[in-house]
């Protein structure tokens, strides 16, 4: 059954979680290891997008021979080594944002390109899985963001109706797939800061997660 409520999705990498920079870090390393250029530039594109679309986009700027899954699991391992001694750096503002709508019995989805089991895993370590009525992982569909695929499905499991949905995002992909789903997004940004295209297709872009809880409290 579909309900008229308002409800709110999450993405998680750089929203949730300030794992972006990580990721990035590591393939920087990687690439000064094996001396390949501009991945920094190239990770950028790939900001948003499932394990399958981020392989396309490496490989079609670097070519076909380049060994993406060789290096993609030693990025991996370095980032796993990272968080197992330090910890997933958690956003400001993310367990007070949580506990708020928890609060307010608005319904909380999460709809990540990251693989279903590392967003449980990662999602668990933080002591934040139970805040989520339904979890969406990247490789549960075919089509990555920036389609609408996984928020729509996501909406759907939650029985809540799309353009009743606030989507809080942080990438140019991420706010193309709410958008394209007809939900209300919502940009905090991370690595990148909103240009034209996202102000145009975000209903607010806003500093932090504190300033969407603030947000909220007006609207919700």
């Known amino acids: 059954m579909t309900i008229k409520k308002r409800a709110v999705i999450f993405d998680m990498d750089g929203?949730?979680?300030?794992?972006?920079?990580?990721?990035?870090?590591?393939w920087e390393q990687v690439a000064e290891k094996y001396h390949f250029t501009n991945i920094r530039e190239v990770c950028i594109d790939c900001i948003g997008t499932n394990k399958v679309r981020t392989k396309e986009i490496v490989c079609a700027y670097y070519g076909e021979s380049f060994p993406y899954d060789e290096y993609s699991k030693e990025v991996s391992g370095l980032f796993r080594e990272y968080i197992q001694t330090k910890g997933l750096p958690v956003k400001r503002?993310?367990?007070e944002l949580l506990q708020y709508l928890q609060d307010k019995r608005i319904p909380i989805g999460l709809a990540s390109s990251?693989?279903?089991?590392?967003?449980?895993?990662?999602?668990?370590?933080?002591?934040?899985?139970d805040y989520f009525q339904v979890v969406m992982g990247g490789d549960q569909l075919k089509r990555s963001k920036p389609e609408?695929?996984?928020?729509l499905l996501?909406?759907?499991k939650m029985g809540v109706l799309?353009?009743?949905v606030y989507a809080i995002?942080?990438?140019?992909?991420g706010i193309r797939s709410a958008y394209s789903a007809g939900m209300m997004p919502i940009m905090v940004p991370d690595i990148l800061q909103a240009d034209e295209e996202m102000k145009e297709k975000s209903i607010a872009v806003l500093e932090d997660l504190f300033q969407v809880k603030y947000y909220f409290s007006a609207y919700l």
Do not use: H, K
């Open 154 to 156: 996501t909406c759907e």
């Open 162 to 164: 799309p353009e009743r």
């Open 93 to 95: 503002g993310v367990e």
């Open 169 to 173: 995002e942080d990438s140019y992909n």
């Open 148 to 151: 609408p695929d996984i928020y």
């Open 15 to 26: 929203v949730i979680f300030d794992s972006e920079r990580l990721i990035l870090d590591c």
């Open 114 to 129: 990251t693989r279903l089991a590392v967003v449980e895993e990662e999602l668990c370590q933080a002591g934040l899985y």
